[in-house]
């Protein structure tokens, strides 16, 4: 889960990390408030938006007056942001934050990723901040210091001090280096987050090391241990499907291609989108509706795949080890009568009870069609979409 600059800033620095003073605002009239409130002649504007990338697309602005905060703001409120990282379609602006303006001499990159090689919390740093890692490690690998931790003993001060020394700050802000080090580092360990990214960190004309940039994510999967966390999910910036699955307890990502997958496992989920690919189609998603296949998860794992509307066929695959075919096709055929699709569906199940499960899918009485192995499955599921896209005449009513 990401969350905003404002909310990583606030985070860090409770673990002792400085970052300049700012404050929220959702309209424009309360961003020039803010600024009143935090004096100064000179604030940076920032959208918050869940991506990087913001300052070459407009949504990071230096203001010297009220109003220059109010015609800034009025242009970002309300408009998607267009980044990098965003894709096409952007991310809606509905906060702003606020930010007297620093000026500095130094911009340095620090981030703390998951390394999965050595199992540990790598520390990435170069003295070239400001730029994407991306274009560093192209332009100037030289300048990229990396450095793992370990676990054990948490982050070193000795660790720290070497990674000071290696971006070359200065030896009278060693100290205040090593502590914005241990605080991301200690950030990361205790709130479960799988990254933490300060970009740019400056040192300013005033001797000072800032935080102008921070960027969090964490493991969703450990949110229920940090519910102050999990309560700054901001679902404005989610795809809004994965957004409705995550709150249906389904694993969902959503994918630009038009056959629906519901399927338990995640392995078999992947094998399932790959074989659609094989056989000339293109996946609309990938769903893990878990062990339990009960008739109502499968029933919601229909709605969700179905209020995606380039859903053009559904692809069932339900391997039964140890559940039963039997009750998996009863909750199929439970779940469509509950709730009609309009599109072809196709089901293959094996396993435990398969003899039982396809006899309750042919006695239904629903347009089921049923298929024997995978690629039967995929090639069937293609070929219904391809005749569907034919006959062109497909009315949707959800
Ligand atoms: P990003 O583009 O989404 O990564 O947003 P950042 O928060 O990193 O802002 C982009 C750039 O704006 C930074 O790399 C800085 O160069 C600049 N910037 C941000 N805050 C300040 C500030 O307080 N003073 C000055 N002079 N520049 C700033
Ligand atoms: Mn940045």
Redesign the pocket.
């Known amino acids: 889960m990401d969350i905003h600059e404002y909310q990583a800033k606030e985070i860090l620095s409770k673990f002792g990390v400085t970052v300049p003073s700012g404050g929220l605002a959702y309209s424009p009239e309360q961003a020039a408030y803010r600024a009143r409130e935090l004096g100064g002649n000179r604030w940076i504007v920032k959208a918050q938006v869940h991506a990087?990338g913001r300052g070459k697309a407009g949504g990071v602005k230096l203001c010297s007056s009220e109003h220059e905060i109010q015609d800034a703001t009025n242009e970002m409120f309300g408009r998607k942001l267009v980044t990098h990282q965003t894709g096409p379609e952007g991310k809606g602006i509905y906060r702003v934050y606020v930010e007297n303006a620093v000026d500095f001499n130094r911009e340095i990159y620090l981030g703390f990723v998951l390394d999965r090689t050595s199992q540990r919390v790598m520390i990435v740093a170069s003295s070239e901040g400001g730029m994407e890692i991306e274009d560093i490690s192209a332009s100037k690998p030289e300048s990229i210091v990396r450095s793992t931790v370990e676990p054990a003993v948490g982050l070193q001060e000795f660790q720290a001090r070497e990674i000071a020394f290696a971006l070359g700050i200065p030896t009278s802000l060693t100290q205040q280096m090593v502590r914005t080090l241990q605080g991301c580092y200690r950030a990361f360990r205790e709130l479960d987050a799988t990254m933490v990214e300060i970009?740019?960190l400056v040192i300013t004309t005033d001797n000072r090391i800032l935080a102008l940039?921070a960027k969090m994510t964490f493991d969703g999967n450990a949110l229920f241990r940090h519910p102050q966390v999990a309560e700054l999910r901001d679902k404005s910036q989610e795809d809004p499907r994965e957004a409705r699955a995550a709150d249906r307890g389904l694993a969902y990502i959503g994918l630009a291609g038009n056959i629906g997958c519901i399927v338990n496992g995640a392995g078999l989920a992947m094998a399932t989108m790959d074989t659609i690919k094989l056989a000339g189609g293109e996946p609309a998603n990938f769903l893990d509706i878990g062990g339990g296949a009960t008739p109502e998860r499968v029933a919601k794992a229909f709605r969700l795949v179905m209020s995606d509307e380039n859903v053009q066929a559904i692809l069932v695959n339900i391997f039964a080890g140890i559940n039963r075919c039997d009750w998996v096709a009863e909750g199929v055929v439970q779940a469509l009568k509950a709730n009609p699709v309009d599109v072809p569906v196709i089901v293959r199940l094996a396993g435990t009870n398969v003899e039982e499960g396809q006899k309750i899918l042919a006695q239904s009485g629903l347009p089921i069609i049923r298929a024997g192995s995978l690629m039967e499955a995929a090639e069937r599921a293609v070929g219904a979409w391809k005749n569907d896209q034919k006959q062109n005449t497909k009315m949707r009513a959800i």
């Open positions: 990087g970009n740019p940039d």
